[in-house]
């Protein structure tokens, strides 16, 4: 894999962005519609993010020659609580290709060392087998099942929260 960074979401990442949300094999499990995201809406995103990062930070994964690979995040950042929301999406050609791994390592660095927090916690339905395999490889840890708690296409799923402590 070439050289990897993150850095803030710019508005040349908004076509890319949108691809993986056109991508029903990128957002197949996920709850929110994102076949009805427009380039606007991408750019909005972009713009609001890089606004005010006291509740959510998102960053960009990006190859040597600063391609948009996909977005990290840390959302609903508490620091009462020093907890924050991991999420990930990337574009369909760079799953598989270390870029989600590079982004999750950092994402944590900068929770930990940074906004000092002391857990990272995701979600996700059980039949997101890949994704789940790579949670766990990260080290994330299943804490728990919320039983018919999202619908997703229709459909009413459990949710698996998982959470990774600082002190792993």
């Known amino acids: 894999m070439k050289k990897l960074h993150i850095r803030k979401l710019e508005k040349k990442d908004a076509i890319r962005m949108l691809e993986w949300m056109h991508d029903e094999t990128v957002t197949c499990y996920l709850a ?31 190859d040597d020659k600063d391609m948009y690979l996909g977005t990290v995040s840390l959302k609903h950042i508490n620091i009462t609580d ?13 799953i598989g290709t270390g870029a989600s791994a590079f982004g999750t ?29 790579f949670y766990n490889k990260m080290g994330f840890e299943l804490e728990g099942i919320a039983k ?11 949710l698996e929260w998982y959470g990774y402590l600082k002190e792993k």
């Open 105 to 133: 390592k950092q994402i944590l660095t900068y929770a930990f060392e940074e906004l000092k927090l002391e857990k990272v916690y995701l979600n996700v339905i059980p039949s997101n087998v890949r994704a789940k395999k």
């Open 32 to 62: 929110q519609n994102f076949a009805e995201k427009t380039l606007e809406d991408c750019e909005n995103f972009i713009d609001s993010s890089n606004k005010d990062e006291s509740l959510n930070v998102h960053r960009a994964i990006c």
């Open 148 to 158: 018919k708690h999202i619908c997703i296409k229709g459909k009413l799923e459990d």
């Open 82 to 94: 020093k907890n924050a929301e991991y999420a990930i999406s990337m574009h369909g050609d760079s």
